[in-house]
């Protein structure tokens, strides 16, 4: 049985699949740029190098390839709202091909282009409501393209903090998708009125058990930046770090949201 619906929000097909393809060509252009040096250098994912990092933005995308590629699935079993929590599952598989893949392509803007050409040639044509086999589940071409805007724009985060001054710029159409998805999981995840969370410019949602907001200011409110946002719901920013370094305002005695992130563990 399909699972049950818990989408709050529709995506525009056409400006989620450009979000994708200009996020992934910034980061091509950027690791293009990278000396030795700087692809040796750790990141924020464990022992990661930058290398394997930029290696492994390309799976993001080559997941769409392959899973057009496959058989149609007959339905799809994954809602876009349970993918945060589902990918989890899968991160032990997904380091060690992430080394392998590394290791195999020295030549990593040899590497991007041929899965930048596949994933073109793989959308021309194609409508959303394909389905499509994934490691986290079945799901519509529409949906798991909104998953790749985080993917996408977390890595790009990660690229960043990793390398001083690169500065990969985000496409704004990805930011807003990923910051969306990932504030509406928490709002499935955490049911509730009770509390605000506000991700300006991109997101609004209410959360949390408690005694539903009606009208004025409510009593309990979160609001943060949609980076900020992003790496709390993907488990690079602790909670209790945003708060005491002033990178989430939160207010009210429901405003405290570590319970429930990250939402991708």
């Not at 060690?96 to 030549?107: F, I, K, N, Q, V």
Request: hydrophobic share 45%.
């Amino acid at each position: 049985m399909p699972p049950a619906k818990k989408r709050t929000r529709s995506y525009d097909p056409a400006r989620i699949r450009a979000a994708v393809l200009a996020q992934f060509g910034n980061v091509r252009s950027a690791v293009r740029t990278l000396t030795p040096e700087q692809l040796a250098l750790p990141t924020r994912l464990g022992d990661w190098t930058v290398r394997e990092l930029a290696a492994h933005v390309t799976m993001a995308v080559e997941a769409v390839s392959r899973g057009l590629d496959r058989e149609e699935p007959a339905t799809a079993d994954l809602a876009l709202l349970d993918w945060p929590s589902a990918t989890a599952a899968r991160a032990g598989g997904v380091a060690d091909g992430t080394r392998e893949l590394a290791a195999a392509h020295p030549d990593l803007d040899a590497l991007y282009a041929g899965a930048e050409e596949r994933l073109a040639a793989c959308l021309a044509g194609t409508p959303g409501t394909r389905l499509l086999a994934t490691r986290t589940g079945a799901l519509t071409l529409a949906d798991y393209l909104v998953t790749r805007t985080v993917e996408l724009t977390v890595h790009t985060d990660d690229l960043n903090a990793a390398v001083p001054g690169l500065g990969i710029p985000y496409d704004r159409q990805a930011l807003a998708a990923a910051t969306r998805l990932l504030a509406d999981a928490l709002a499935a995840k955490a049911p509730g009125g009770s509390t605000e969370v506000r991700i300006p410019p991109y997101a609004v949602v209410q959360c949390v058990e408690g005694p539903r907001h009606t009208r004025g200011t409510p009593p309990n409110v979160v609001e943060t930046d949609p980076l900020t946002w992003i790496a709390l719901a993907t488990g690079r920013l602790a909670w209790p770090d945003a708060v005491a370094g002033a990178r989430v305002s939160a207010s009210g005695e429901r405003a405290d949201l570590g319970p429930y992130l990250p939402l991708t563990a």
